[in-house]
């Protein structure tokens, strides 16, 4: 039988070279660069971000979209059929790298922002069927999944490091993000048209090898409401509710849309009739500009003082983070966390951008675009084992995570 959804581009490959931590990446659809974006926009329109300029310190150079424009509605079996495809896919890939086959994993975690459910069907079936496709089974509780939109990916990666405190059998996880972003994106939406994209990602790793010195994940909650989504999530009943891990800080009225439960976090997210994400771009950049610097500059604060930084060793002046958005956003949070920092004496942090880079080339697909931004930073040669760096991450609603961590791999 033909595969007559979108061909998966895991072309991408396994872009890390330290052995021990492979990740892969992909997309799928129709790759549009930064002129045929251009091309979309109208004559008239006085959005920064969509003249040339701004395009470009945007910081993406090509982004993944239906190349049939649709939208999720009315053809969710199609996307998700291209979604449990996908996510076997780039999955495989790191399992092979990892020589370790699905059986074996103590842990799957996926990720998502838009979850692909079909009307009808069981919700997340697409979890399942990509589990079984891979060997793993899917009720014995080793499949976990973290609905916490952008920041999902790199809270699931800090849990499973405290987590092997207690429970040292943890040994073998794969942190994958799936995400059919686009095909919730209003193509007359030039802003959301040029920065989203569809993508996977995926980390194999053994939190053992992963020494961690400190890090938190704060729930702060966005009382705007600046997202909203056709098909999103919400709480678990509350009798499903576990405590909440000690290395989360919840702000006042988060417990109104954070839980935790055996089958993974949920984040509550507004929904919308529309068939299309909503979002107010300003709104939410001017947020994160407020939110993510002290939660990042409080992380640093403790590190030091427990690790000084007159010992070379100690230094931490490397973050690989979510890439939402260049100039526009990473650099402005980088230049407020130094601008703490160095008030107190500290090492400034540098955030990298990785998104522009020839063997990425993808755009915002949500808490995946953490996991290519550590795996682009260690194929670059800037991460290397046993150097300390800062994995922070950050998503609607809103989950903030920071960590400062090493790996020790051969």
């Not at 000084?308 to 979510?322: F, G, I, R, T, W």
Request: glycine fraction near 8%; include cysteine.
């Amino acid at each position: 039988m033909p595969f007559e959804t979108e061909p998966i581009l895991t072309k991408k490959r396994v872009i890390t070279d330290i052995p021990g931590f492979p990740v892969a990446i992909g997309a799928w659809g129709l790759g549009i660069s930064n002129a045929e974006v251009l091309k979309k926009i109208p004559d008239d329109s006085s959005d920064v971000i969509l003249k040339e300029d701004g395009l470009r310190e945007s910081g993406f150079t090509l982004r993944y979209h239906p190349s049939v424009p649709m939208t999720f509605k009315g053809n969710e079996g199609k996307v998700a059929e291209e979604v449990v495809r996908a996510g076997v896919e780039t999955i495989s890939a790191v399992l092979e790298a990892y020589s370790c086959r699905g059986q074996d994993l103590d842990r799957l975690i996926l990720t998502t922002s838009t979850p692909a459910d079909i009307p009808g069907r069981p919700k997340g079936l697409w979890k399942r069927q990509i589990a079984e496709a891979l060997g793993i089974p899917f009720d014995k509780g080793n499949v976990k999944h973290y609905y916490l939109a952008c920041g999902g990916a790199a809270a699931a990666f800090l849990d499973t490091l405290y987590e092997v405190r207690q429970n040292p059998n943890l040994r073998k996880i794969v942190i994958a993000s799936i995400e059919p972003l686009t095909y919730f994106v209003n193509p007359k939406k030039s802003i959301d048209y040029s920065v989203f994209s569809l993508g996977t990602s995926a980390l194999a790793y053994n939190p053992h090898q992963v020494i961690l010195y400190n890090g938190i994940s704060e729930v702060i909650p966005d009382i705007n409401g600046v997202f909203k989504s056709p098909e999103t999530y919400t709480l678990p009943p509350a009798g499903s509710h576990l405590p909440v891990p000690e290395h989360y800080r919840v702000h006042e009225g988060g417990e109104k849309i954070f839980a935790v439960a055996a089958e993974g976090n949920y984040l509550k997210l507004p929904r919308t009739d529309s068939p299309y994400l909503e979002m107010y771009t300003r709104g939410t950049t001017r947020y994160f500009k407020v939110v993510v610097p002290p939660v990042v500059t409080q992380i640093m604060r403790e590190y030091y003082t427990m690790y000084p930084p007159n010992q070379p060793k100690n230094v931490v002046d490397l973050a690989a983070s979510h890439q939402p958005g260049r100039r526009i956003l990473i650099d402005a949070i980088m230049k407020d966390i130094n601008r703490a920092l160095s008030k107190d004496g500290f090492p400034e942090l540098t955030f990298r951008w990785v998104m522009d880079d020839e063997t990425v080339q993808m755009g915002n697909f949500s808490s995946g675009t953490s996991v290519v931004a550590l795996g682009q930073l260690i194929n670059r040669g800037e991460i290397t084992s046993g150097k300390r760096f800062n994995f922070t991450s950050f998503g609607i609603g809103s989950v903030v995570t920071s960590m400062n961590i090493a790996l020790q791999v051969a």
